[in-house]
């Protein structure tokens, strides 16, 4: 079985600054998929970058980017330039096996501050 | 990505009664999966949906509790049955990439939060 850990329950930045959010995960798959969905206090869950395991190039969405590190597996997000909208819980997830099913960190809260 | 709606977007029920909440997709998804969030805490899934066949329960769930529908490609219903306030959360329904092929991406409705009295 998976298990995600995110071992940062709650962060705080600065406005414009850069913050990087820690997920570590443990799994016997070769092949899988792993994601960050951002949820604020709207509460929808909303995908904010997807980074698949073949891959050895770190995924990049704007602002988002990720340090992939596929033999200590880990899975950490970079926010760069943080914006009061970033302000949201984040998950860390993985996707992998037959059943196309995701397993869910505990969460990060990220507090953006003005 | 796909555009997904889910009715009612919040209700406050008594304990002992039933919640149906609909899950509604723009287009024809393969898989759908439905979701609870208690207050503070992580999701957890709670079945899987596939259309033309019975749903796949997690650990810890049943269908007499929670029945689940999939009539279509683009539509799901789940109950909450016998409801106690044990069942206050946020239940999210989510589908995978409109493409045919299932990769794990998964894109979530906003949700609907059920508050048990």
């Known amino acids: 079985a998976q298990t995600v850990t995110q071992s940062q329950p709650e962060m705080s930045v600065q406005e414009a600054e850069t913050v990087t959010l820690s997920c570590t995960y443990d799994t016997s798959e070769n092949n899988y998929y792993l994601f960050w969905y951002k949820q604020p206090p709207s509460r929808q869950m909303i995908l904010v970058i997807r980074q698949e395991a073949y891959k050895q190039q770190n995924a990049t969405e704007n602002r988002f980017s990720v340090n992939f590190q596929k033999a200590a597996k880990s899975f950490s997000l970079k926010i760069s330039d943080s914006q009061l909208g970033d302000t949201a819980m984040y998950f860390c997830a993985f996707g992998g096996g037959s059943n196309y099913k995701l397993t869910f960190g505990k969460g990060t809260l990220l507090t953006v501050n003005p | 990505s796909a555009v997904i709606s889910q009715k009612p977007s919040r209700d406050i029920c008594q304990r002992g009664t039933s919640l149906t909440i609909q899950c509604q997709v723009d287009?024809?998804?393969?898989?759908m999966f439905w979701y609870r969030q208690q207050p503070g805490q992580s999701l957890t899934l709670i079945a899987t949906?596939?259309?033309?066949?019975?749903?796949?329960?997690e650990s810890g769930f049943v269908i007499d509790k929670f029945p689940i529908s999939r009539p279509n490609l683009t539509f799901s219903t789940l109950t909450v049955s016998n409801m106690s306030p044990e069942d206050s959360s946020i239940y999210l329904c989510?589908?995978?990439?409109?493409?045919?092929?299932?990769?794990?991406?998964?894109?979530f409705g906003p949700g609907t939060r059920l508050t048990v009295t």
């Open positions: 989510s589908v995978d990439t409109p493409t045919g092929v299932s990769s794990y991406e998964q894109y």
């Open positions: 287009s024809q998804v393969t898989m």
């Open positions: 949906a596939n259309q033309g066949s019975e749903a796949t329960y």
